[in-house]
């Protein structure tokens, strides 16, 4: 296998459409679906739309666990489930129709056990070799130390590029660890660096600091619609992202990681990935829920960039 992705704390995504959110009233829900999500599980999702080898390890329990596999097989999603007791979570995605708005609950997660940690452990001990690069995306479960977190990073077996896409407490020990990527947004670039980014020079300073203190080798700052910033030790670069219509940005960040991934592992070089994981990105933007990418707007936009 060329990636695997690991998702700790992986969910069902529930998505529902109401008129108007009002309080105090019962509201009717329509266009009810169900998609597979956890950070992990969705850049996998778009590395395979993107036909690129992957195979994503999630944790699995419960009713919710057995759907999210039915789910992954359907969409030819190789995987590998890490068994535990309690049940795998749902969040819920409500559209309100009249201004189009999302508004999105995130659950908090199953407890894992000291059992269920140390099969985490030594699962990600036992990585192919020859993989490329291991994935760690999406939140930690209830409970967990990101101490522990930091252990399950060392696990990784030596020469397999480390990519962390994740928040507070667990991504500064990802940084104390020294990670070959991470991909944060600027309030979570503030937070790692522990003061306000007021202008692009204060941002580019930030940045700089993490990779000089080998924190990360590279650095894909997400900047919303405006794009991206690359940053590695040999400088920066602004990726615009191209204009398109705006359904759902559910899962846009997933799939500007699967992107890259994707075109690193077809032989591109880091800035022409950067670039193709904007376009999947913005094709991501343009499906509606958390349906992801379609690998053919991804191509598309990308030949326009």
Request: glycine share 10%.
């Amino acid at each position: 296998m060329t990636i695997v992705t690991i998702t700790l704390n992986p969910c069902i995504d529930k998505t529902v459409s109401v008129a108007q959110i009002l309080p105090n009233c019962k509201l009717t829900c329509s266009d009810i679906g169900a998609y597979p999500g956890g950070g992990g599980l969705n850049v996998a999702r778009v590395i395979t739309r993107l036909g690129i080898d992957v195979s994503a390890y999630w944790t699995c329990g419960g009713e919710n666990g057995r759907r999210l596999g039915q789910f992954l097989d359907n969409e030819k999603v190789r995987h590998l489930p890490i068994p535990i007791a309690e049940s795998v979570r749902e969040n819920l995605i409500v559209q309100e129709a009249s201004s189009g708005n999302l508004f999105r609950f995130g659950m908090p997660g199953p407890l894992l056990s000291a059992t269920e940690r140390a099969q985490w452990l030594a699962q990600v001990r036992q990585i192919p070799p020859a993989t490329q690069y291991v994935v760690f995306s999406g939140s930690l479960p209830e409970g967990i130390a990101p101490e522990w977190y930091s252990e399950l990073l060392r696990m990784v077996p030596a020469g397999i590029r480390v990519v962390v896409d994740t928040k507070m407490a667990a991504l500064r020990h990802a940084l104390d660890v020294g990670v070959y990527l991470i991909k944060p947004n600027v309030r979570e670039l503030e937070e790692l660096v522990g003061r306000e980014l007021t202008d692009d020079a204060a941002i580019e300073q930030a940045v700089r600091e993490i990779i000089d203190r080998r924190g990360a080798e590279v650095v894909i700052l997400s900047l919303g619609r405006a794009g991206v910033m690359l940053a590695t030790r040999d400088g920066l670069e602004r990726i615009s992202a191209p204009s398109v219509h705006l359904r759902s940005k559910v899962g846009a960040g997933d799939a500007v990681v699967g992107g890259l991934l994707s075109a690193l592992s077809r032989g591109m070089t880091l800035l022409e990935a950067a670039k193709f994981g904007v376009a999947a990105g913005a094709a991501a933007v343009m499906t509606e829920g958390t349906e992801l990418c379609r690998s053919e707007d991804a191509e598309l936009l990308f030949r326009s960039m």
